[in-house]
C-alpha cells in the first residue's frame, strides 16, 4: 500500500491535474490525500468569499467521494497564499503525519501566484521533513518522499518534462464526476473567467456533464497529445498512440529519487499486464 499526498493550491488542481491517478491508486488499495492549500474563496464573479468557502468544501467533499480519496482545504485566502516560514512548518508537520511515499504538486514557475507558491511551500519542506531539530514535536520521516510535479505548459525557465505518464483513460468517466462536483467552478467561475461564458451552461445535471465534457476535452487532451512519446515508451506504440486522457508527472530533484522499478510500483499502470 502506497500513500500518495497531492498538494494544490486550489480546490479542484488536484482533480484536474491527478484525478484519473486518485481514482486508480484508491481502486489499487493505496492511500489518496489531497490538500487545497487555499480555501478558493475568491473564485466566483458574485458569490461573497464566505458563503464561496462553505460551497467550495461541499464541492470538495462530494468529488473526493468519487474519487474515494481524503480531501482537506486549507485555511488560507484565494490568491492570498504565501511562502512563509509559518506555512512552511505547517507544511512540514503535515507531511510528517501523513508519511507519503509520494507528493505531487505543481511546478514552480506558475502563471498563478497560489501555484507557484504552493510549488515553493513543497519544495521547502521537501529536505526539512528529514531534519529532527525542525518541528521537533512530530516525529521527522527516515527518508524523503519521492516529489513529482503535476503536468502544465509553460516553458520558461523549462518545458515541462513527462518522465511519467499514466493511462487514465478507464477512470476517465470518474474524473469527469469528480469535476462535475465542482459546480461553483467550471459551471460559473471559469465558464464567466475562461470559456465560453455563462450564457449556455445548462441548469439539468446530466446536460451539465455532457456541457463540461464537451467545454474542457481539449484541455484534458493535452497532457497526452503533449506527452506522446512517453506514453508510446511506457504503453508501446500501439497502445500509446491511443491513450485519449493521460495524466503525466516531472520528479523534483528536490525528493528522493527513484529508479525504474520504484518508479513503476509508485504510480498505476506502468507495468505490463496491468491493462
Ligand atoms: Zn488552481
Redesign the pocket.
Known amino acids: 500500500m502506497k500513500k500518495i499526498l497531492v498538494i494544490?493550491?486550489?480546490p479542484?488542481?488536484c482533480d484536474i491535474y491527478a484525478g484519473g491517478c486518485a481514482a486508480l491508486w484508491s481502486d489499487r488499495g493505496d492511500q489518496v490525500s489531497f490538500i487545497s492549500m487555499t480555501n478558493g474563496n475568491a473564485g466566483h464573479h458574485r458569490e461573497p468569499p464566505d458563503k464561496l468557502e462553505k460551497r467550495r468544501r461541499e464541492e470538495a467533499e462530494r468529488a473526493a467521494d468519487v474519487l474515494k480519496v481524503s480531501y482537506e482545504i486549507l485555511d488560507h485566502d484565494d490568491g492570498c497564499l504565501v511562502p512563509s516560514l509559518e506555512n512552511r512548518l505547517d507544511l512540514i508537520r503535515r507531511v510528517r503525519k501523513f508519511a507519503p511515499d509520494l507528493i505531487l504538486t505543481?511546478r514552480p514557475n506558475d502563471y498563478?501566484p497560489?501555484?507557484r507558491y504552493t510549488s515553493t511551500l513543497v519544495q521547502d519542506a521537501a529536505y526539512m521533513v528529514t531534519v529532527p531539530l525542525v518541528c521537533p514535536e512530530v516525529p521527522h520521516l527516515e527518508s524523503n518522499p519521492v516529489i513529482a510535479y503535476l503536468f502544465d505548459e509553460f516553458t520558461r525557465p523549462a518545458p515541462f518534462r513527462a518522465d511519467v505518464t499514466v493511462d487514465i483513460d478507464s477512470v476517465a468517466k470518474r474524473k469527469w464526476r469528480a469535476l462535475d462536483c465542482h459546480e461553483s467552478q467550471f459551471y460559473e467561475w471559469l465558464a464567466y473567467n475562461m470559456r465560453p461564458g455563462t450564457d449556455n451552461v445548462p441548469t439539468r445535471a446530466d446536460e451539465r456533464l455532457l456541457w463540461l465534457q464537451n467545454t474542457w476535452s481539449e484541455f484534458l487532451e493535452r497532457p497526452a497529445e503533449s506527452c506522446r512519446q512517453r506514453l508510446i515508451e511506457t504503453y508501446g506504440s500501439a497502445h500509446g498512440a491511443e491513450v485519449t486522457f493521460a495524466e503525466a508527472f516531472e520528479l523534483s530533484e528536490f525528493g528522493s529519487q527513484p529508479g525504474e522499478e520504484e518508479l513503476r510500483t509508485l504510480f498505476p499502470r506502468q507495468n505490463p499486464g496491468e491493462d
Open positions: 494544490g493550491a486550489h479542484d488542481d505543481h498563478h497560489d501555484h
